[in-house]
Each structure stands twice: as structure tokens, then as C-alpha cells.
């Protein structure tokens, strides 16, 4: 099959050529994939709406040879009232960092998947995100097998520990507005 319908939340995303996007998706079928969306930076694009950072869509791709081409985009949900709030847009691009980083690219992943939609629904009601990402922190270590129950006794730094893991520092910094 050449086409595919899946959904997934856009997690990263590059300008390419003149009016092309690469895009980073996280899928419930595929886990993390690459897509080249063409023309979605035209200003007459009607898929430009819906492959924003962190929307929730549904997403048509032509497989081709190279990078799968978008053909279709329809968002789902688009979390408006997280991306207003600039703690939570932290929140946001911290966990998008964490699941680029951590996450193989095509090797499904529903439990990553839902996570990160729970999370994200988690984000729209509730208060207290520090533990929201606590939770979320540790529990996609878990999925992952870089976290055991031996860890979870002691207080370690989260932070350190991923960045550990990554070989890298986290680019994202949380913003702590009162």
C-alpha cells in the first residue's frame, strides 16, 4: 500500500526549500517518522493550519522513495488554550525535545503515544505541571527501558539523568511564571 492514513501530534518541525516543511511526527502505527510536507508554507496552503507544532491531526502520506510526502492533514485537536500560556508552551516543546531525543524513529509506540496524549489533555486541565512532567518523565523512561524500580527509590536529578542518556544538554529550559 502506497497511501496510509495515521494519526499523530507534529513534534518538531524544518523549514526546507523554498516552501516545503520537514516534519517530525509522532504516530500511534509508526512512532517517530519523518514527513515532507510541500508547499505548506505557501500562503495559500490549506494543510498549514494543521501541521503546527504539537497538533493533534490525522495525517495522509504518500510513501515514496525517499521521505513519505503529506497529501492530506486534518487536525483533531490543536490544544489552543496550552499554546497561550508560555509555562505550558515550555512544558510543551520540553516534552517534544524528549520524545525527538529519546524515541527511534519508525519503530511503533502506542504507549509513547498515549502517553503523550494524556499528558497533553493532563496539560489542558490540570495545575500542577511540575508533576505533570515529573510523571511524564518518568514514566516514558520506563517504557523506554532506561528506568527501574531501583532508580525510582532514590531522588535523582532528571534532568542530569536524560541528559546522561542523550549525551547531550537539553536545549529546552523551563519557564516558571507565578
Given at each position: 500500500?502506497r ?16 516552501a ?12 517517530k ?13 490549506r ?13 495522509s502520506?504518500y510513501?515514496?522513495?525517499n ?36 524515541c ?19 496539560l ?5 505541571q511540575?508533576?505533570?512532567?515529573r510523571?511524564f518523565?518518568i ?8 528506568y ?28 516558571n511564571?507565578?
Amino acid at each position: 500500500m502506497r497511501t496510509y492514513k495515521t494519526e499523530g501530534f507534529v513534534i518538531k518541525r524544518r523549514n526546507f526549500r523554498e516552501a516545503d516543511r520537514l516534519l517530525t511526527v509522532f504516530t500511534k502505527r509508526n512512532g517517530k517518522i519523518q514527513i515532507n510536507a510541500p508547499g505548506v508554507r505557501k500562503i495559500t496552503s490549506r494543510r498549514a493550519s494543521h501541521v503546527e507544532l504539537l497538533n493533534y491531526s490525522l495525517f495522509s502520506i504518500y510513501e515514496s522513495r525517499n521521505l513519505p510526502i503529506l497529501t492530506e492533514a486534518q487536525s483533531i485537536e490543536t490544544f489552543p488554550s496550552l499554546k497561550n500560556n508560555l509555562s505550558k508552551v515550555s512544558a510543551l516543546y520540553y516534552v517534544c525535545e524528549l520524545i525527538d531525543g529519546l524515541c527511534p524513529e519508525n519503530q511503533e509506540n502506542e504507549k509513547v503515544f498515549h502517553l503523550l496524549k494524556d499528558f497533553l489533555f493532563d496539560l489542558k486541565t490540570k495545575q500542577d505541571q511540575e508533576e505533570l512532567i515529573r510523571k511524564f518523565e518518568i514514566n516514558l523512561l520506563t517504557i523506554l527501558g532506561f528506568y527501574r524500580t531501583v532508580e525510582k527509590s532514590q531522588n535523582i536529578n532528571m534532568s542530569l539523568f536524560i541528559e546522561r542518556i542523550l549525551e547531550r544538554k537539553l536545549k529546552t529550559k523551563q519557564i516558571n511564571l507565578c
